[in-house]
């Protein structure tokens, strides 16, 4: 039963992380990075506050606050950098360069918690990394170095290396403190920093006017993310954490088709043949589960 909600909650958040995702480009185009996040985490806070309310004593139990105000900055730090990468460059692309989270993750997982992986999943992993080498460039030819580098992929990688150390802590605390709590509690702590930085370079009165300009827009994407990241942590609770991020990994095949189709990307040959690759190398990871 363990592994048939974690597969249904691995699933749910695949869905929304690639519609969440689609979200915040548009959002961050509008409102900036900061604002957007500041929004993600009022919409969520406020969202999961009935639910994590019960759970509010297991936050000064042990060193489980120190660990979640460190998620919470953590997440701040990351979120701003992925959404900084979702902002310069195209969401098909830069949703398959996000897709370095997954490596990171099971590195950490396996060498932290001893999860195992087999030499299949592995090879599957590396049909992923050829994948992100493609889709990366916007031309096979290496004269050009990194000019031939699609804008918002340097930044991307550093998003996905950090975001695989948030995957991790996001799910050991779900398994150690609370699937609820380790997303509510990171949520609180880092919308406070982002509304600290929003008072602190004096733009309050533009968060406010654009909470009300885009407030469907924000809303959404909200409520998106925050599903997303519970959907995680629910499943890393009850499964190993590797495992679970390798099937959440088919999640920017959402967000590349909502891109092609609503944004009017245009992405090259090889740029599509590595992300079928990429994608193909996830789902193949999750089938082998």
Known sequence: MAFEIALLAAFGAMLCWGIGDFLIQRAVWKVGDVEALAFIGVVGT???LPFAFT???????????TMLIAIGLLTFIVAITDFEALKKGKLSVIEIILELELPVTAVLAIYMLNEAVTIPQLAAMSLVFAGIVLIAAKSLSLKNGLAGIEKGVLIGVAGA???GLLNFMTGFGAKT???????????????????CYIWYTKTLHTFAANALKHKKLLIGMGIFDTLAWLFY??????HNISIVTAITESYPAIAIMLGLTLNKEKILPHQFAGAALALGGSVVLAIMI
């Open 46 to 48: 406020i969202m999961l």
């Open 161 to 163: 290396i950090g975001m």
């Open 55 to 65: 759970q509010l004593p297991l936050m000064f139990s042990g060193s489980n606050l």
């Open 233 to 238: 942590a629910f499943a890393t609770a009850a």
């Open 177 to 195: 403190i609370s699937p609820l709590l380790i997303i509510w509690a990171p949520w609180l702590f880092f919308t406070i920093f982002s509304l």
